[in-house]
């Protein structure tokens, strides 16, 4: 898991209330990403930034929101528009946002609505 | 439709037995492929990719993956399996998105070394 970090680890959240979920860096890279995790599924695309101050969209925003006013943090914030919100989410940074660059990944948190 | 697919949900093979991920993938232009593993409740970390050059590539923990341009394969392999490989295991394709961009991943295969 490197120089990622997210917390907390697990997380439980009611329904219509909004949580954030941090993720910070120390691997000095300019892009981030936020993906989600569902059983029986690959990851998908919610948030990525590839500079600071600067971010958009994935395959699955809707519901999610994300600042990027630092470089070593995205934290991701799970607002009571998103429907099905219970999943494994992570955080992933690379050095840049090119084709070639390797994304390396946080140990997750894991979000569950009570 | 740019995609990435793992046939096997589930691979079975018994300590020291040479062992495949199956990857297969669909893009546009050059592929850049990845392969990444996942413990239980943990992230994902990176064994390999594949950007250019030689078409077999050597990553972490003893795997290696082969590329096969005519196939649009890129199968996971390791010589000689350990209970400890047992994991889930991710192919993913890096593609153009926006304007920077984004890994594809497939369902995730769930490999099992028994001793």
């Known amino acids: 898991d490197g120089g990622i970090t997210q917390s907390p680890k697990y997380l439980f959240r009611k329904e219509g209330q909004n949580v954030t979920l941090s993720c910070e860096q120390n691997l000095n890279h300019d892009a981030m990403y936020w993906y989600r995790q569902d059983p029986g599924q690959g990851l998908r695309l919610i948030y990525y930034s590839q500079i600071v101050n600067d971010f958009q969209k994935g395959d699955i925003a809707e519901g999610y929101s994300v600042s990027r006013e630092k470089k070593e943090s995205f934290p991701l914030t799970v607002t009571s528009a998103q429907k099905n919100p219970t999943a494994f989410y992570l955080c992933?940074?690379?050095?840049?946002?090119?084709?070639?660059?390797?994304?390396?990944f946080g140990p997750g948190t894991r979000l569950t609505v009570l | 439709a740019q995609s990435v697919a793992q046939p096997e949900d589930q691979v079975k093979v018994a300590e020291g037995n040479p062992l495949t991920v199956k990857c297969t993938y669909s893009?546009?232009?050059?592929?850049?492929l990845f392969w990444y593993v996942q413990y239980p409740n943990r992230g994902l970390q990176f064994l390999l990719k594949?950007?250019?050059?030689?078409?077999l590539v050597k990553g972490s923990y003893g795997f290696e993956a082969e590329f096969n341009k005519s196939q649009t394969s890129f199968h996971l392999k390791k010589p000689s399996a350990l209970v400890s490989d047992s994991a889930l295991y991710f192919c993913a394709v890096r593609v153009v998105y926006n304007q920077g961009g984004k890994l594809i991943f497939g369902q995730g295969t769930e490999l099992s070394v028994k001793p």
């Open positions: 992933a940074s690379s050095r840049g946002g090119t084709t070639t660059d390797t994304q390396y």
């Open positions: 893009v546009s232009g050059n592929p850049y």
């Open positions: 594949y950007i250019t050059g030689d078409n």
